[in-house]
Structure formats: C-alpha cells, structure tokens
C-alpha cells in the first residue's frame, strides 16, 4: 500500500464547475497535509494546509480532512481553464528512519483538466 | 519576495559523467529538502537537512549520489557517475523548520537528462 495515494486521473470539468480531487494515507499518526498545485514544467507551489478535523476555506479552495478516515479532500469552486494541473497531495508525518524529524511525503499527484 | 534558487535550470549530460546542483534556500530556513520527481509522479524525498545535518537520507542512492550543507547554508546534490534513469526533475525546498504546519517553498528546479 502506498504511503499517498491520489487518483492519477485526468479529471476532467467544465468551466464553473466544482472540482473535488481525492487523498488518502495509511499512517495514523500523520499530522499535517498539504495541497500543492503543479504546472507541466514547473516546480510545486503550495494551494493551502490542514492539520484539523473538518473544513478550511481560502478563497475558491477547500480543503477538508477525516482523520478517522484517513482521508484529505481539496474542493475547488467556480473552476478556471488556469486552474488545469496537476494536485500534489503531501502529508507530513514522524519519520521513523529521521530520528524524530517530521518528514513530506507526496502522492503522485491528480490531473485536473478545466474544460471551457 | 523570499525564493529558493537552484542551478543550473537545465542539464543534459552523458551516462558515466558527473552532474552537480546547486541549491540556495530562503534566507533562514534551517530545513533544506531535495526531491527527485520523474514525470508522472510525485517528488520523492532523496535527503533532508536540518542545518548542516542530514536527518533522513534513507532513499538516496548512496553508491552513486552524495549531498552537503557544509555551513547550513547552501547544498550540492552530486550524481556520480550518472545513469539513463536519473533523467527526471531535481528539485530543492526549504521550511524554516520541520514543523506540523511549516510550509515547504520549492525553488524551480534542475531538468536533468542523461543520454
């Protein structure tokens, strides 16, 4: 079982539609998960984070954790053609082979297509 | 604003050399990252640096790739000697320290591609 896993997709939207892309981890004791958004090309850049229970809004974005379900969500409102990429989820976890230190995994990102 | 820089942006080299990146996080930030994403998939965490320390290098390939932060500063991530496989997406973040909400900020990257 991989330590992140996303739907590779594409996913593909029209125009103002809502997009819900999906993340689920297998550790437990995992304790913070990010949303980056990623250009073809171009390196990672950081949408939003979660460590809580429950909903965190920041504008059009979303982001929604069940940490019973070991499962992330980032719903993105009114979709935009510029918002066609690919959605990294990241979950920072203890790292057991780190003596401690707090280590990013990645899961292999979702496609998002916005269609106009 | 603050960025993380990384050079060269691109590299083509052949199998058997040497290849060299250089990393310069955001002024401050004690943590420094470097993953390697092959296209497709996600970044994977090659080494990571508190400081001058290596704290988690458990995935790099140690008889061929070597890392250093010698002043905790800047990094050099070394390939040695390069492979077809290698070719992928090199990249560097930094968060000022390894913590529940710290945020990773990724430089640009260095293409490599090994023929």
């Known amino acids: 079982q991989k330590e992140v896993e996303q739907n590779s997709g594409p996913l593909s939207v029209p125009e103002g539609a809502i997009a819900s892309l999906n993340c689920t981890y297998s550790d437990r004791g995992s304790q913070s998960f990010f949303w980056y958004r990623q250009y073809s090309g171009k390196s990672p850049e950081l949408i939003m984070f979660?460590?809580?229970?429950g909903d965190k809004e920041d504008g059009r974005f979303t982001a929604q954790l069940n940490k019973a379900s070991q499962y992330v969500s980032l719903l993105i409102r009114d979709s935009q053609p510029s918002d066609s990429a690919t959605y990294l989820c990241?979950?920072?976890?203890?790292?057991?082979?780190?003596?401690?230190?707090?280590?990013?995994?990645f899961g292999t990102g979702t496609k998002l297509q916005v269609i106009p | 604003e603050a960025e993380v820089a990384q050079s060269p942006r691109y590299k083509i080299t052949e199998k058997s050399q040497a290849v060299a990146f250089w990393c310069d996080p955001i002024s401050g930030h004690a943590t420094l990252y470097w993953y390697r994403q092959i296209l497709g998939q996600g970044p994977e965490l090659l080494v990571q640096f508190q400081d001058e320390s290596v704290v988690d290098d458990s995935q790099l390939p140690k008889d061929r790739f070597s890392a250093e932060r010698l002043k905790g500063v800047d990094s050099t991530l070394k390939i040695q000697p390069a492979e077809l496989g290698d070719s992928a997406m090199y990249l560097c973040?930094?968060?000022?320290?390894?913590?529940?909400?710290?945020?990773?900020?990724f430089g640009p990257g260095t293409r490599l591609t090994v023929l």
């Open positions: 990241a979950v920072l976890t203890l790292g057991l082979n780190s003596g401690g230190y707090q280590k990013v995994t």
């Open positions: 979660i460590y809580s229970n």
């Open positions: 973040a930094s968060s000022r320290l390894a913590g529940r909400g710290d945020t990773q900020y």
